[in-house]
């Protein structure tokens, strides 16, 4: 996975979200030497966001199964 500063992140974002949709390979954005960012490609980041909507969702099948609890509360100690 390719790093940038976000020096040249700045610099070069246009070239930066070009390369990251050609290739389809995130990049790592560091602030000061740290990795603080990555820049994906749009589809990558829908397929992330149904995944962390599938667990969400099998977690609280799981948090409520057999039992009785209010919703409020299973959402409270999921978010934790």
Do not use: H, T, W
Request: hydrophobic letters at 45%; aromatic letters at 2%.
């Amino acid at each position: 996975m390719r790093q940038v500063a976000l020096s040249e992140a700045k610099a070069k974002l246009s070239e930066l979200v070009d390369e990251v949709r050609r290739l389809r390979n995130p990049i790592v954005i560091q602030k000061r030497n740290i990795p603080a960012a990555v820049l994906v490609e749009m589809e990558a980041f829908r397929r992330l966001q149904e995944m962390e909507d599938q667990l969400l969702a099998l977690q609280l099948r799981e948090a409520l199964k057999g039992r009785k609890y209010p919703l409020r509360k299973v959402l409270g100690e999921l978010e934790g």
